[in-house]
């Protein structure tokens, strides 16, 4: 369960930069190349860091909007297989 959230919780941030600059080359005069290669990942990353300071600081129930409410808990010390 832990990966999909953590795969979950990445991919949504993602999608929303990716989502701004596919909007803002609409509406900005600026090569697709850098909104692509320079809003999309500051967008997503601006995003994830909003709403995951929201979630620790304000209520957990912001972590939907990264989607999944409660970030993935990962044990201590990983298991050792041999």
């Known amino acids: 369960m832990n990966l999909y959230v953590s ?18 080359r609409f509406g900005l005069n600026i090569d ?16 994830y860091a909003l709403f995951r300071a929201a979630e620790h600081f304000v209520s957990p129930r912001w972590g939907w909007l990264l989607g999944y409410a409660k970030p993935p808990a990962y044990p201590e010390k ?5």
């Not at 979950?8 to 803002?24: I, K, S």
């Not at 190349?33 to 995003?47: E, I, M, N, Q, S």
Request: glycine share 18%; no cysteine; proline share 10%.
């Open 7 to 24: 795969l979950l919780r990445t991919g949504v941030p993602a999608l929303v930069g990716w989502l701004v600059a596919v909007a803002a």
């Open 32 to 47: 697709p190349g850098a909104l692509d290669g320079v809003l999309a990942p500051t967008v997503g990353f601006g995003y």
């Open 78 to 82: 990983p298991a050792v297989r041999g």
